[in-house]
């Protein structure tokens, strides 16, 4: 008789050593090329050093002042009018009321007053003239 191990079956080529039938691996599916002409990498560019800033004959001058308001005069021209209003139906009406408070207030135009820019370092604003 002739042992069944020996008969070619698909089973045959892919059992262990023991004779215990492996599980088929997964085929793996060929790659296709890709479509088209080979990609090419652009050419270098060469990089010229390039200062951030123009040279200074070339920067504009910065203007110079031509009236400076006083703070303290409510119909001073370059004073800019600020209006606070807080809505009827607004959705946090009690933090917007508690916020109109503290700007208004002593507290809230100190940090108005104070308020400088970060570059040039001058104030921005100046406190509401009081009536």
Known sequence: M???RETSNELTHMADPLGRPRLPLVPQVPRLPPRGPPRRRPPARVHRHRPRHPPLA????RPAVGKAGAD???ADPLLNPARLLVARNATNALTADAFACWLVGERGQAVVGNFTS????ERMY????RP
């Open 72 to 74: 303290d005069d409510p």
């Open 118 to 121: 970060k570059t040039s370092g």
């Open 58 to 61: 070339r920067r504009r001058p």
């Open 2 to 4: 002739f042992n069944e």
């Open 126 to 129: 100046s406190r509401a003239p």
